[in-house]
């Protein structure tokens, strides 16, 4: 059907630079050429948030961004090609976007209705057949374009490249302010696209490594309250804010199982750190590791059967691999070096780590059982990877040569590092899924 | 002067605290005043480690035995023993080792002679990483931990 039409076209794109990773490091990545005009309307109507002319054009510069931001999109120069009329929307000049070179094009429409709010539409068509791919249409409030911009660029991104959207998640991370010795720290959520930035804790203790919940409800991060270094849960909407064990012992690293009602984490006592995993539901405490040596950073496999953790034991961190009931406890890296910070990809296919080589950090992925090595990034103090919602982009922090730290994204398609502005220092990201 | 009154209210903790509550000021006793104290008679209130490194080198072993010596004389009070890592640790491990640390120096004052249940243990992590003066110039160092009054 209509998705066979286009494929030798993704072939040509990012889908086979996937497929050989080797030479996305050395090629600039092909990348799928894509039109978006300005989206038509009927008749040009104010609203609260503008006349629906304004947010048609607006909406389809925010869908030309997030596309572009991918690396998996390339969009074209719209600004002197005449913008499609209404009647163009569902009957495309295609000759017109094919002359500029697009292979697909993102045509859509923005009405005013009676009632106050408006409906978008959005249509994909493949630009040389001249076929529709899929459309999308929204009834929203005014004020909510920048939503209805998103699920469309996302529309685009899942059809071509077959994994979940990108541009409705969220970013967690650790904003980080003041002199060195004095740092304040606090939680941040935002959207992937910078809006709706919120601290979610006030700063009084330094607190570190959010991780959000599979459902994008709840965050779990350590906390250094009092110099009692201990794992918390804040529920995000309610900013209800609790410990995880109450028992004053130190506790850190959490993340959650892909189920939501498990959360791993590192206990350390006596010199000697192991994990633990605690069932939400129950309260009840089990222990993973019991290895002389610092077991810590667990990650657990999209599936949930197996955790990828690092340790110490063997004299210097390594990455490993065991089923989440502690069992087979397997070393996977062996590249030379130090290895910490694991993540499994949601995919399942990859587990992302930070290559430790003297002062040098990079972030990097290997295969669960050990295969396929392959640096991503060339910074020199680039660690903390998390992974976008498709298992294609890693979210890591970076420290400059000033000693600032920020966000920045790199995808596995190849492409240069991206960074993702944040108003002060941030560290530790943690990329949610997708959140309708 | 303050020296004077600092070690009388030592002596005065060694007597115990019901006489103090009525005989001397509060501020004397004050964590941070003893905290002085400590750095004065002892050297320093902190021991150093190397990169990844959580074995007390000799260095450390006679700072400890110093510090093991003020706590031995001042019985009644009570320490944090906070441990740091580098900043060039992964930050998950940096709470580990920096636990770790602060673990080996627990171990070796109770040989010294400091009963257990007058130590606590705080991993900092990389979080807070000290400075020490150079010459004319303050660097930063993080592997330590730092005997912290309470």
């Known amino acids: 059907m209509n998705v066979l039409r286009l494929y030798p076209v993704i072939l040509f794109g990012a889908v086979a630079v996937l497929a050989a990773p080797a030479a996305a490091q050395t090629a600039q990545a092909p990348v799928l050429v894509v039109a978006v005009p300005p989206l038509a309307t009927p008749s040009d109507v104010e609203t609260p948030a503008g006349s629906t002319w304004a947010i048609s054009n607006q909406i389809a510069e925010l869908i030309a961004k997030d596309l572009k931001w991918s690396r998996r999109f390339l969009p074209v120069n719209v600004k002197s090609i005449r913008a499609p009329s209404y009647p163009e929307v569902t009957a495309p000049s295609f000759a017109l976007w094919r002359g500029a070179g697009a292979r697909a094009l993102l045509s859509g429409f923005v009405q005013a209705r009676s009632d106050g709010r408006l409906t978008v539409g959005c249509y994909l068509y493949d630009a040389r057949s001249e076929r529709e791919l899929t459309r999308k249409g929204f009834l929203i409030d005014p004020s909510d374009w920048r939503r209805a911009a998103h699920r469309c660029a996302d529309a685009v991104y899942s059809h071509f490249t077959g994994e979940p959207g990108l541009f409705q998640t969220r970013v967690a991370y650790t904003d980080e302010s003041g002199p060195p010795t004095a740092r304040i720290k606090r939680i941040v959520v935002r959207n992937v696209d910078g809006t709706d930035h919120k601290y979610l804790t006030p700063g009084d203790s330094p607190v570190m490594t959010p991780r959000w919940a599979p459902k994008g409800d709840r965050l779990a991060y350590s906390s250094l309250t009092a110099g009692q270094l201990h794992v918390r849960v804040i529920d995000v909407a309610s900013g209800d804010n609790r410990p995880l064990i109450e028992d004053g012992g130190i506790t850190f690293a959490p993340s959650f199982a892909p189920d939501g009602n498990r959360i791993v984490f590192s206990t350390a006592v006596a010199g000697n750190t192991d994990l633990q995993v605690m069932d939400l539901g129950s309260g009840a405490v089990r222990r993973l590791t019991s290895t002389p040596g610092i077991d810590t950073s667990a990650s657990f496999s999209p599936d949930g059967a197996r955790i990828a953790f690092e340790s110490d034991r063997s004299g210097s961190q390594q990455l490993y691999v065991m089923n989440a009931d502690g069992s087979d406890q397997r070393r996977i890296s062996f590249g030379g070096g130090a290895y910490g910070s694991p993540r499994w990809s949601p995919d399942g296919a990859h587990i992302a780590f930070t290559r430790i080589a003297g002062p040098v950090r990079r972030i990097g992925i290997i295969g669960p059982d050990g295969s396929n090595e392959r640096i991503l990034t060339t910074g020199v103090a680039d660690e903390a990877p998390s992974w976008g919602p498709g298992g294609q982009h890693v979210l890591f922090q970076r420290r400059d040569s000033t000693g600032k730290t920020g966000l920045f994204m790199i995808a596995l398609s190849g492409g240069d590092v991206r960074g993702m502005a944040t108003p002060a220092d941030a560290t530790d990201p943690s990329w949610s899924a997708l959140q309708e | ?150």
Request: with cysteine; glycine share 10%; net charge positive.
């Open chain 2, 1 to 150: 002067m303050v020296r004077k009154l600092i070690r009388a209210a030592f002596m005065l903790t060694c007597l115990g605290g019901s006489t103090l509550a009525v005989s001397q000021p509060a501020p004397m006793l004050n964590p941070a005043a003893l905290q002085v104290d400590l750095r004065a008679k002892a050297g320093s209130d902190t021991v150093f480690f190397s990169a990844q490194g959580y074995g007390l080198d000799a260095s450390a072993i006679a700072m400890l035995r110093a510090q093991a010596a003020w706590l031995r004389g001042n019985p009644a009070i009570m320490i944090r023993l906070d441990g740091h890592a580098d900043h060039s640790d992964t930050r998950d491990y940096a709470f580990g080792i920096a636990e770790r640390r602060a673990a080996g120096v627990r171990d070796f004052l109770i040989t010294q002679g400091v009963a257990p249940d007058r130590m606590s243990i705080a991993s900092w992590g990389k979080e807070r990483p000290g400075t020490i003066r150079v010459g004319t110039s303050t660097v930063g160092v993080g592997p330590r931990v730092v005997v912290t009054v309470r």
